[in-house]
Structure formats: C-alpha cells, structure tokens
C-alpha cells in the first residue's frame, strides 16, 4: 500500500463503498421494476384469462339455448309430421268408404239398368 495518511484509505474505501452502493441500488431498483412489470403483465395475462374464461361460458350457454332450440324445433316439426300422416290416413280411409258406396250405387245402377232393359225386351203378357 502507498503511504498515504491511514485516514485517506478508509475515505477511498467508504468512496468505493458508496460508489458501489450506489449501483447496487441501481441494480436493486431496475430488479424491483422488472419484478413490478412482470407482476403487472402477470395479473393483465390472469385478468384476460378470466375474460376468456367468462366469454367461453357464455358461448357454450348459448350453444346450448340454440341446440334445446332446435330439439324443440324438430320435435315440433315431428309432431306437425305425424299429425298430418294421421289426417291424410283419415283422408284416405274416408275416400276409400266412399269409393266403396259409390261402387254399390253404381252396381246398383247397373243391375237396374239390365233389369229395365230386360223387362223392356220381354213381350207382354
């Protein structure tokens, strides 16, 4: 060591020791302020995953308002169906009685027919 005063070496010593000081707090400061930014983006990246979170419950709701929607749609599509089915059975049986009188009138009309024409074609008696 030189000779300096023994005092001027504790001086340089305490220089150095707030020089360094100083940019250990430097680096102290930077470290909090990165720790406090990555705080930050870590509650910004909770609050959008809460965000997605909330929009992927609402869209699943109302998937499931659409499809009970269209359940209900169907099922009164097939109800609509079965009631026409049984009214066009009810049409054709009815269509089939009448075609049932209509063919005994119209043998009845028949048998009319020959039995005029054969009491036409008799001689009198």
């Not at 000081?21 to 809460?50: D, K, M, N, P, T």
């Amino acid at each position: 060591m030189s000779k300096r005063h023994p005092g001027a070496s504790q001086v340089a010593d305490r220089i150095k020791d707030s020089t360094a000081s100083g940019g250990e707090r430097r680096v102290f400061r930077r470290e909090r302020e990165l720790i406090e930014a990555l705080r930050r983006a870590q509650r910004e990246e909770a609050r959008a995953l809460e965000h997605q979170r909330e929009l992927l419950e609402k869209l699943r709701a109302a998937n499931a308002r659409e499809a009970a929607a269209e359940r209900e749609q169907i099922e009164s599509l097939r109800k609509a169906q079965q009631e026409e089915a049984k009214d066009l059975s009810r049409q054709r049986e009815e269509l089939q009685t009448e075609k049932t009188k209509l063919q005994k009138k119209w043998e009845e009309i028949q048998q009319e027919k020959e039995e005029l024409l054969f009491s036409t074609e008799q001689p009198d008696s």
